[in-house]
């Protein structure tokens, strides 16, 4: 009861001197109200970077024809890579699930009577459902049997279904490819746009052998997608199997790649727009405005602690302990802090939300940014307010009434 | 109920010994009304100060209602502040950014344990010296004399054993600076003890012994037959006014 009566003393000083509160407090609030939209915006992105990761499949690696170093679409220029490479990868890297070759060709015309519409087109193994989590809903996938076949038989994504039959049952009717009638067997799995905004519905899977002899009449392929038995083992494997392509095309760096590798890291970092180490250095000039703020505030106590010398004097004449002095001014640096972090936590909020309607940054507040600013206020508050407090405790009465 | 007993005080200064108070021995009964008089630099505010408790002699004891005070701690002597001195200052020493009830009410916040009627505590205080309409009042909203009487309202708050007033007609005008000494009176007549400090013989005669600081020393006692009377001399400034 005593002492919340001292800090109260303390806290009316701050209601008295309120240019001087404003001018303690405004390091706070910006630091805490930068520190909050950085990491607001740090966990929007990371939940997009997570997001991404996961549609592309956190343990999978594709090596894609073509130099550069962007995602796909690939360069369909490219015809260096086989079905060999796909297989030379196969057999010479450890820890692998699944290596998946893949053609492709992107929207090519799909008829069927008077309806047409143009999609991608996949060639594929049957390990390709796995490779991409990704099977039918109706119907069956393809199969080895098709693989070894050159079946003429397809998938198709629902999308190619509404344009080309509507209501219509699909199963066992032909549908054109570059005139090669092929069988719907199965309809794939509904999965939505693409973050680029494509269409995933808007595609058709056939055999790999159909699709490269039959249809696309090419020796080459488009991509291998490969599945890692541990996420961990990633950076090695690609090591392992960009020198093994360097070996199979003839390339010796500095020449440049006729492929790529894209990683989970990759995609990662694509998705996250600014760098990790961007974000990094951001939140430090925060925490770095914070302290400076910390220290502007201590200057401002300390100089106040001079101007109230008086005040000092006396209520240490009234009977304030040295104990009660320190304790008032501690109170005084901690309501300033704590104060600022309130608002610049509203303030942190508004921008937050300014920065999710204004620009394409994904915003995310959780109570994380509002606890370690509570952390920070306290630290700060008592870390730059207990020097100014103990020199006010520390007056002698008497001087301090000169 | 004050006893000191050959204090002395030496300032330290750069290597610098400079003396004060060299040698004071005397004592005040409960009830009494004393005045310290000297001229500047005669080692007034320094007396003030140890009988305040505010500053310890460098030799000699000082005991208040019986208590060895050289030998307490900051945190005791505190409290002794607190409970057994009420202070009245020159400079009224008033914190201008609050009310005068506010004012008041402060030494109780530093008391051991603060009343649950704090505020009606305050408020009687103001009503003894004249002020109960002023509370709400900020310091800078009263004249010289009215900030000085809230002074005296707050040195009372804590019913101290002595009131030890450091010149505290010395920033008023005479009328103001007589009030002031009329209420002093009354307090005494109601058995408060009060020591005053002065280097006016004017107001010092209104105390009922004056002891003569001279160059750090007492070098004289004088009992005050028949002390000023502070009512009277308000009755006379009034009558002269009504004349002019």
């Not at chain 1, 015809?79 to 450890?94: F, G, Y």
């Not at chain 1, 199965?186 to 693409?194: F, P, Q």
């Not at chain 1, 960009?242 to 990683?263: C, Q, V």
Request: glycine share 8%.
């Amino acid at each position: 009861m005593r002492t919340l009566g001292i800090a109260l003393e303390g806290a009316r000083a701050l209601s008295a001197y309120k240019l001087r509160t404003f001018f303690m407090m405004a390091g706070t609030v910006v630091g805490i109200a930068a520190l909050i939209a950085i990491m607001a915006v740090g966990k929007g992105t990371e939940a997009r970077v997570m997001k991404r990761v996961n549609n592309w499949g956190p343990q999978a690696i594709m090596l894609i024809s073509g130099g550069g170093k962007d995602l796909p679409p690939p360069d369909i220029t490219v015809t260096t890579l086989t079905l060999e490479d796909a297989e030379a990868v196969r057999n010479s890297i450890d820890n692998l699930e699944l290596v998946s070759p893949m053609a492709w060709k992107f929207y090519l015309g799909l008829k069927r009577e008077a309806n047409q519409i143009r999609s991608v087109v996949w060639g594929v193994e049957p390990n390709w459902h796995q490779a991409y989590d990704w099977y039918v809903s109706e119907g069956e996938g393809i199969s080895a049997e098709d693989v070894a076949t050159l079946d003429r038989v397809c998938v198709i994504g629902k999308t190619v279904r509404e344009e080309l039959f509507g209501e219509e049952d699909p199963f066992g009717k032909r549908i054109y490819l570059n005139n090669v009638g092929l069988t719907v067997k199965g309809i794939l799995e509904e999965r939505g746009t693409s973050p680029g905004g494509g269409d995933f519905d808007n595609r058709i899977i056939l055999p790999i052998t159909t699709a490269m002899r039959r249809v696309l009449n090419v020796d080459y392929i488009g991509a291998v997608r490969i599945i890692t038995k541990d996420p961990s083992l990633i950076p090695g494997q690609v090591r392992a199997i960009r020198e093994l392509m360097h070996r199979r095309h003839h390339i010796t760096p500095p020449e440049e790649d006729d492929f790529r590798i894209i990683t989970p890291m990759i995609i990662a970092d694509l998705a996250r727009g600014i760098s990790r180490t961007l974000w990094i250095l951001l939140m430090v000039l925060a925490v770095l405005s914070l302290l400076v703020g910390g220290v502007v505030m201590m200057n401002i106590l300390l100089m106040s602690v001079s101007a109230r010398r008086e005040e000092i004097g006396l209520k240490r004449a009234l009977g304030a302990k040295r104990k009660d002095i320190f304790i008032q001014f501690l109170t005084e640096s901690l309501a300033v802090t704590l104060l600022g972090m309130v608002l610049g936590s509203f303030l942190g909020w508004g921008v937050s939300a300014i920065i999710a309607t204004t620009t394409k940054m994904p915003v995310i507040l959780s109570w994380q940014p509002f606890t370690i600013a509570v952390i920070f206020a306290l630290l700060i508050g008592t870390f730059f307010g207990v020097q100014p407090a103990r020199r006010a405790a520390r007056l002698h009465p008497v001087e301090a009434l000169r | 109920m004050i006893v000191l007993e050959n204090i002395e005080k030496t300032y330290e200064n750069a290597g610098q010994k400079t003396p004060v108070l060299k040698g004071i021995s005397f004592q005040i009964k409960a009830g009494e009304y004393v005045a310290i008089m000297g001229p500047s630099g005669s080692g007034k505010t320094t007396l003030m100060n140890i009988i305040g408790c505010l500053d310890k002699p460098t030799v000699g004891n000082y005991y208040l209602e019986g208590l060895d005070t050289v030998k307490l701690e900051d945190e005791a002597l505190s409290q002794v502040r607190n409970r057994k001195i009420g202070f009245v200052f020159q400079l009224f020493h008033l914190l201008q950014r609050t009310t005068t009830l506010k004012n008041v009410m402060l030494p109780l916040i530093y008391a051991e344990k603060y009343p649950s009627n704090a505020e009606e505590i305050a408020r009687k205080a103001l009503a003894a010296v004249g002020l109960a309409d002023r509370i709400h009042y900020r310091p800078n909203q009263l004249s010289g004399g009215e900030q000085q009487r809230v002074a005296i309202a707050r040195a009372l708050v804590n019913d101290p054993a002595i009131i030890l007033a450091d010149e505290p007609t010395g920033n008023l005008d005479s009328r103001s600076g007589i009030e002031i000494l009329a209420i002093f009176k009354s307090l005494n007549e109601q058995g408060r003890t009060i020591v005053l400090i002065s280097h006016d013989r004017s107001v010092a005669e209104h105390a009922g012994r004056i002891l003569l600081l001279k160059d750090g020393k007492i070098t004289g006692e004088e009992m005050v037959a028949e002390p000023r009377d502070a009512e009277e001399e308000l009755r006379v400034l009034g009558q002269k006014e009504e004349d002019a």
